[in-house]
């Protein structure tokens, strides 16, 4: 009878500046180490062969690598832990062993062996929109993810820097206003048409006039 997948509690972490180990050196491994590099995190890779893309960013010093073998204590001091080798034995070592020492860790394509399993993502500029299938359809995620970036475009992370901007000089001033007096102001469909029209003045001019700051 098959394991029902577990319920995941959906958390963005903060990687910048943290060790992050990935054993393998292949493709997956390589996207993987490409993803936690965007968001600043300071990359460790272990295996006996590196494609070449691996090696190049190792050559460039935006990873460390360690050509050989996985060991017991190469997840010393990581934050987080990617097994993404096509040896399960190995994988399963790399899970033991970051579960003796507290390290979360997710092993790819094999949900029950994870703490932690990496969505399907759409990023634009700030804003960033996670989908996951818990481990059930990968392929469905990806499908969901393309059909979104179709309509998501970059006015998305114009809208964020101009409510943050604003948000920002208001609390400067010691103005204050609820959640819901945001909900409220942000008028989604007009400024994010203005935005795509390169009006950000007028649209900062709608968000203003709803708060009624204008």
Not at 58 to 72: D, F, V
Not at 83 to 95: E, F
Request: one cysteine or more; aromatic letters at 4%; charged letters at 30%.
């Amino acid at each position: 009878m098959k394991r029902e997948p577990p319920s995941y509690y959906p958390i963005f972490l903060n990687v910048a500046g943290k060790k992050c180990v990935i054993v393998g050196g292949g493709q997956v491994a390589l996207r993987k180490a490409e993803a936690l590099l965007d968001r600043g995190a300071v990359v460790q890779a272990i295996s006996p062969d590196f494609c070449s893309e691996l090696d190049r960013l190792a050559e460039n010093g935006k990873i460390t690598s360690l050509q050989r073998n996985y060991r017991s204590g190469d997840l010393h001091g990581a934050f987080i832990a990617i097994a993404a080798t096509d040896d399960r034995g190995v994988n399963l070592a790399v899970a033991k062993h970051a579960r003796e020492t507290a390290v979360p860790v997710n092993v790819v394509d094999d949900p029950d062996n994870s703490d932690f399993i990496v969505p399907s993502c759409i990023r634009r500029g700030d804003v960033t929109i996670a989908i996951s299938t818990a481990g059930r359809s990968p392929a469905l995620a990806r499908k969901i993810r393309s059909r979104l970036e179709k309509e998501l475009g970059e006015e998305y992370a114009a809208l964020a820097m101009l409510i943050d901007e604003v948000r920002s000089e208001i609390k400067e001033k010691g103005i204050k206003f609820s959640g819901d007096d945001w909900q409220k102001a942000v008028d989604l469909d007009t400024m994010l048409d203005l935005l795509k029209q390169g009006h950000r003045e007028k649209a900062r001019a709608v968000l203003l006039e709803n708060l009624k700051l204008s």
